[in-house]
């Protein structure tokens, strides 16, 4: 009888996001397959985890997969794992899933983190549908036709940014996709220092503390209209700057300034709308 191949989902930044299940999985496995086995090998040390790991990766994934295949059908359990979130969003594994489903192998998912629906909880414009498309292509041509079909999009669109690059996407996504249009910036997100700016978009560069770190990107449809403080009572601002003190805030400063960030505006004018 095969063994089965798990899809599991690891800590987009805190280890504590590690689920009772993920864990469960990683112990009881034969051998985890990891995009890095040095950065897995973190997580794995931190929860006293001895499972064998072995590579997989972008460069290897086509060599690897059938040995990991044979073990699968010899009846070994494997874990795939991505550096952080969930394996295949934008990560190696799809050669290995393919060819285990095309083997009759069995699939398993263990969800957890993800940078994705991490930011669009908290983005206040995504309820329902949204769009997600992975990292912008690096050659100019490409990236301008990719950037234009993501802000033509009628529902909200995810993606991720390099540091290096955040400021030019940014900038070149201001210039197609107008000034006024709603933007959510994630950055190291569920780390230390983790930053949400929330704002029209071209005032996020100046928003944001720092373009280091990793950045996950989400544009409200064109369509939408941007909710601000005018048209919210300051009975619902005041519940707001509770519930962020109640969700950790370290200050009713920090608090007003995450809602201020929500619906870009200054903090005072937050400070001043409640008072009133």
Same mark, same amino acid.
């Given at each position: 009888?095969?063994?089965?191949?798990?899809?599991?989902?690891?800590?987009?930044?805190?280890?504590?996001?590690?689920?009772?299940?993920?864990?469960?999985?990683?112990?009881?496995?034969?051998?985890?397959?990891?995009?890095?086995?040095?950065?897995?090998?973190?997580?794995?040390?931190?929860?006293?985890?001895?499972?064998?790991?072995?590579?997989?990766?972008?460069?290897?994934?086509?060599?690897?997969?059938? %040995?990991? @295949?044979? #073990? =699968?059908?010899?009846? *070994?359990?494997?874990?795939?794992?991505?550096?952080? !979130?969930?394996? +295949?969003?934008?990560?190696?594994?799809?050669?290995?899933?393919?060819?285990?489903?095309?083997?009759?192998?069995?699939?398993?998912?263990?969800?957890?983190?993800?940078?994705?629906?991490?930011?669009?909880?908290?983005?206040?414009?995504?309820?329902?549908?949204f769009c997600f498309f992975?990292?912008?292509?690096?050659?100019?041509?490409?990236?301008?036709?990719?950037?234009?079909?993501?802000?033509?999009?009628?529902?909200?669109?995810?993606?991720?940014?390099?540091?290096?690059?955040?400021? %030019?996407? @940014?900038? #070149? =996504?201001?210039?197609? *996709?107008?000034?006024g249009r709603t933007v959510?910036? !994630?950055?190291? +997100?569920?780390?230390?220092?983790?930053?949400?700016?929330?704002?029209?978009?071209?005032?996020?560069?100046g928003r944001l503390s720092?373009?280091?770190?990793?950045?996950?990107?989400?544009?409200?449809?064109?369509?939408?209209?941007?909710?601000?403080?005018?048209?919210?009572?300051?009975?619902?601002?005041?519940?707001?700057?509770?519930?962020?003190?109640?969700?950790?805030?370290?200050?009713?400063?920090?608090?007003?300034?995450?809602?201020?960030?929500?619906?870009?505006?200054?903090?005072?004018?937050?400070?001043?709308?409640?008072?009133?």
């Amino acid at each position: 009888m095969s063994g089965t191949l798990y899809v599991v989902a690891t800590p987009i930044g805190n280890l504590e996001d590690l689920s009772l299940r993920a864990l469960r999985i990683l112990r009881e496995v034969s051998l985890i397959a990891a995009e890095d086995t040095r950065r897995t090998g973190r997580l794995l040390q931190h929860y006293s985890i001895s499972t064998r790991t072995t590579s997989l990766h972008a460069y290897n994934e086509r060599e690897k997969t059938p %040995r990991l @295949i044979a #073990d =699968l059908l010899g009846g *070994a359990s494997v874990a795939l794992v991505s550096d952080a !979130g969930t394996p +295949l969003i934008s990560d190696p594994g799809l050669a290995l899933v393919h060819a285990a489903r095309q083997a009759g192998i069995r699939v398993e998912p263990i969800p957890g983190p993800s940078a994705v629906t991490a930011l669009l909880s908290v983005a206040g414009f995504a309820d329902r549908e949204f769009c997600f498309f992975g990292f912008p292509p690096s050659g100019p041509t490409d990236r301008k036709l990719w950037l234009e079909r993501l802000a033509a999009q009628q529902n909200p669109s995810v993606f991720f940014e390099a540091p290096h690059r955040i400021a %030019r996407t @940014i900038g #070149d =996504l201001t210039n197609i *996709a107008g000034i006024g249009r709603t933007v959510a910036v !994630g950055r190291e +997100l569920t780390k230390a220092h983790e930053e949400v700016v929330i704002c029209p978009i071209e005032q996020v560069l100046g928003r944001l503390s720092s373009m280091k770190g990793e950045f996950t990107v989400a544009l409200a449809p064109e369509s939408s209209k941007r909710v601000t403080a005018v048209t919210v009572s300051k009975e619902a601002l005041a519940d707001e700057i509770g519930r962020e003190i109640q969700n950790g805030a370290p200050s009713k400063r920090d608090a007003v300034k995450r809602v201020a960030e929500r619906y870009g505006l200054a903090p005072n004018d937050v400070y001043k709308r409640v008072r009133d």
